[in-house]
């Protein structure tokens, strides 16, 4: 079964609105987890890691406050896009430290 | 910092035959990790295969096996018997060991297998 979940799935929303998206450890608990950005037939692009108790770190060029990132437990990361915009839709996803586990993602559409 | 190269955009295979995807890769690490990753159109990231660079035997996962050559920082994948659902997106990445554990991938090379 999954070992990672993300909620939801997909999800559109207004622009200037902000949208949560969760990451679920369901098997492992996770100090470290990491967040990634898929635009349509690109590669993975790392935006941030994620720490369990302690502050995010983002990747050069990610602005830190648009995308809010916050890992309260073991078990659940959060990654909200505030004030989204067209250009934010994406496909997000999350993955465990130990590079075996990803999260299905999440396809962002703003509009 | 690291660079990882593929320079085959689109690859196409029949089914039941042969084919192999091209990886570069750029550290100035001696101690790490190699991936090849597949993405079908679920877009869900599925772990094909995975190398330590200090083992100098090439791994291999029942069709999948990759031909690593460390001095010239290349990593490639072979599929045999290709199958209809090999067909995906595959993504080669790279993973500093002993560091912060992130990934670098490639741009991807999208493979189609056909009937």
């Known amino acids: 079964g999954a070992v990672v979940s993300q909620h939801p799935s997909w999800v559109i929303c207004k622009s200037g609105t902000s949208v949560k998206i969760e990451c679920r450890s369901l098997d492992f608990q996770a100090t470290t987890m990491f967040w990634y950005r898929q635009f349509p037939k690109q590669s993975l692009m790392l935006m941030a890691t994620s720490n369990e108790g302690s502050k995010a770190t983002y990747e050069q060029g990610v602005e830190k406050d648009k995308f809010l990132i916050n890992h309260a437990s073991l078990t659940l990361s959060t990654l909200t896009v505030t004030s989204a915009h067209p250009e934010d839709s994406s496909f997000y996803i999350c993955s465990l430290r130990d590079p075996k586990y990803f999260g299905p993602g999440t396809r962002l559409t703003v509009l | 910092a690291q660079t990882v190269t593929q320079s085959q955009p689109e690859m196409s295979v029949q089914e039941a035959e042969t084919v192999t995807l091209s990886c570069t890769y750029d550290?100035?690490?001696?101690?790490?990790?190699l991936f090849w990753y597949k993405q079908p159109p679920s877009r869900q990231m599925i772990l094909v295969i995975r190398?330590?660079?200090?083992?100098?035997q090439n791994a291999t996962e029942n069709r999948f096996s990759v031909n690593f050559q460390k001095a010239a920082k290349s990593f490639s994948l072979k599929i045999s018997d290709s199958q209809l659902g090999d067909t995906a997106m595959y993504f080669c990445?790279?993973?500093?060991?002993?560091?912060?554990?992130?990934?670098?991938f490639g741009k991807g090379t999208k493979l189609t297998v056909n009937p």
């Open positions: 990445a790279f993973m500093n060991r002993g560091g912060s554990e992130k990934l670098v």
């Open positions: 550290t100035s690490e001696s101690n790490y990790y």
């Open positions: 190398q330590e660079a200090y083992k100098q």
